[in-house]
């Protein structure tokens, strides 16, 4: 008699388990993209940054996570797209490609799609594995935002890491926390651990 535990079932993400039509893709993806655009309402001012913490980044990672690679870059592609076009969606009611901190909304298109495509392989399944994938997710929205706010504002690089980085660095700690233990709790209770 065994007590190792089963393997970790792959190849599905949370949303999956849901019958598949495509009106659940469509109302995944519309869903996943009105969720990002009312977790960017959540926006606490960073003095000396133009970047608000939003619950934007967060959100955008558990629609990459939930949805899987396809559905989640659909679903932030429709959030950018749809803001770029004049939808107030983005932080603090904002919309346009203008602002400094659109280059973070692009890095959660590339964000989404690795940790959805590295939740089909199970990385949302077990909570050391979901704080990596999540930490990954953020590493990826940075690498891309902050570049993006030096170039939009001006600012040396290590002005744009102080300003655009550095701040942050404690609630992102914050949302991998709340991710990891989330995310496995779902599998548990959809009973796909």
Do not use: C, N
């Amino acid at each position: 008699m065994s007590t190792a535990a089963a393997p970790v079932r792959t190849g599905q993400v949370l949303a999956d388990l849901l019958p598949a039509s495509r009106v659940r893709d469509v109302a995944l993806v519309l869903g996943g993209a009105a969720l990002t655009g009312i977790a960017a309402q959540i926006a606490v001012p960073v003095p000396g940054s133009p970047v608000p913490v939003t619950g934007q980044t967060f959100a955008a990672l558990l629609v990459g996570t939930s949805l899987g690679a396809g559905r989640g870059l659909i679903a932030l592609a429709l959030y950018a797209v749809a803001g770029v076009a004049g939808v107030p969606w983005f932080a603090e009611g904002g919309s346009g490609a203008g602002a400094p901190s659109f280059g973070y909304v692009l890095g959660m298109l590339l964000a989404a799609t690795v940790v959805g495509a590295l939740a089909r392989r199970g990385a949302d399944r077990g909570v050391w594995r979901t704080a990596a994938t999540m930490v990954l997710g953020e590493a990826i929205i940075y690498a891309v935002g902050v570049p993006y706010l030096a170039l939009s504002t001006g600012m040396s690089a290590s002005a744009a890491i102080a300003a655009g980085l550095t701040p942050f660095l404690i609630g992102d700690a914050l949302k991998a926390a709340l991710a990891m233990s989330a995310l496995p709790a779902a599998w548990k209770l959809a009973g796909k651990r």
